[in-house]
């Protein structure tokens, strides 16, 4: 079992930086695939990235490409997702997410709320 909490949500401003942060408990967490989705207002909650158990290998959406960099610290159970040049279309609740193995995510936060002004 694994429970996290996101941190690092807020107001910023178009072009702008944030850097999300998402704890969790366990002992097992090095063994997890974790992620990072988002649901904006009217619409359904989407990926936005994902990394790897050891960290080595991450994938992004389209959409955060080069903008998004999501990485994890084992020692912390800890994942972050540093988001630069942001957009008012990157205005959601971000949600990290977690899981053992292939399929589906099975473990998540409550959210944290991120608001792009223009």
């Known amino acids: 079992q694994v429970q996290l909490v996101e941190s690092g949500g807020g107001l910023v401003q178009a072009g702008g930086s944030l850097r999300l942060s998402c704890a969790a408990s366990g002992r097992t967490f090095s063994s997890y695939t974790m992620g990072w989705f988002r649901q904006a207002p009217g619409k359904e909650r989407e990926f936005v990235a994902q990394?790897?158990?050891?960290?080595?290998?991450?994938f992004y959406a389209d959409s955060v490409k080069g903008r998004f960099t999501i990485s994890r610290d084992n020692a912390k159970n800890t994942v972050y997702l540093q988001m630069n040049s942001l957009k008012p279309e990157d205005t959601a609740v971000y949600y990290c997410?977690?899981?053992?193995?292939?399929?589906?995510?099975?473990?998540w936060g409550q959210g944290t709320q991120v608001t792009v002004s223009s």
């Open positions: 990394i790897s158990s050891s960290g080595g290998s991450t």
């Open positions: 997410t977690g899981r053992r193995g292939s399929g589906s995510y099975n473990y």
